[in-house]
């Protein structure tokens, strides 16, 4: 499949993602990926090797199939020109970071809540070393710093079994990516405190109060700022929504930028089962 790079990038830049459907047929679903399930049958950790020294730490333990199995996944990530597409949306060199299987069991619990992926957490706000390795990693994402440290990832999730409404499917709030880009960055000049805004409820409540508002209009302007409240209402009345559930069916993509806001809503009905590469700004 060809795909439209610079299109790719310019959506994911302005909206935080963007989906490709059935970018694998069934036959190539089977041939590519069903080793996974011998995989799982054998409780294996869904990690497969990407760096030199992962590689040689399988070989220490003769996995030697496991790192066949991530030549082969880098194969994939190659042909659709994974890095070509980061590279693009970092404006910057990238590297393949991770790859793994993420298997999630049928439940009624979401995989995971509504979060960003920079954002401090608060568990780590009082620390340290939490919010060294904090401003390292925006430094690196928001103004292009060198440090050691880069966070910002663009993920790239093969979708192995259908995800719907309620059933597995990948939430995002769109331009949430412009939202949280905008607040590290007045954190980073001193103009905003640094506050824990890792969580929806979080970042919520820092861009709602009435000076730091006033600091993101000057720079998104009111209108994203404004809907982006607007959308996120539900979580301060501590309920969830469907209204940003992306559905997606076997051998599709969805390609999402961890500045978004995101969440992954539970697999009330069937287990889920995903391919995610992981791509980071290239270190120095």
């Given amino acids: 499949m060809d795909l439209n790079i610079g299109e790719i990038a310019k959506n994911i830049s302005q909206y935080g993602y963007t989906k490709i459907p059935d970018i694998f047929d ?8 069903d080793f996974l399930n011998k995989n799982f049958q054998k409780g294996d950790d869904g990690q497969f090797p990407v760096f030199a020294k992962q ?60 979060h960003n992926d920079i954002g401090i957490r608060e568990e780590n706000f009082n620390t340290h070393k939490g919010r060294e390795l904090f401003y390292n990693c925006s430094k ?95 979580i301060n009345n501590k309920k969830n929504t469907t209204d940003f559930d992306i559905e997606m069916k076997k051998g599709s993509m969805i390609i999402f930028d961890e500045l978004c806001v995101h969440r992954g809503s539970a697999p009330k009905k069937s287990d889920r089962l995903v391919i995610r590469y992981l791509f980071r700004k290239k270190l120095n």
């Fill in 26 to 33: 069934q036959e190539s679903l089977k041939r590519n990926f």
């Fill in 55 to 114: 590689i040689f730490l399988k070989a220490l333990k003769f996995d030697f199939k496991k790192i066949q199995n991530s030549i082969e996944l880098k194969k994939i990530s190659n042909s659709l020109k994974f890095k070509n597409i980061s590279d693009e949306v970092n404006k910057s060199s990238s590297e393949l970071h991770m790859i793994d299987s993420y298997y999630s069991k049928k439940s009624n619990e979401d995989i995971i809540t509504w």
């Fill in 140 to 234: 690196s994402t928001i103004f292009n710093e060198k440090t050691n440290v880069s966070s910002r990832g663009l993920k790239f999730f093969i979708y192995l079994t259908d995800v719907q409404s309620e059933n597995g499917a990948l939430a995002i709030i769109p331009f949430s990516n412009q939202i949280v880009k905008t607040v590290t960055a007045l954190i980073l000049e001193n103009k905003i405190p640094l506050t824990p805004y890792w969580s929806l409820s979080d970042l919520r409540t820092l861009v709602d109060k009435k000076n730091n508002k006033t600091l993101i209009y000057e720079k998104l302007g009111e209108e994203k700022v404004d809907a982006f409240i607007k959308q996120t209402e539900f």
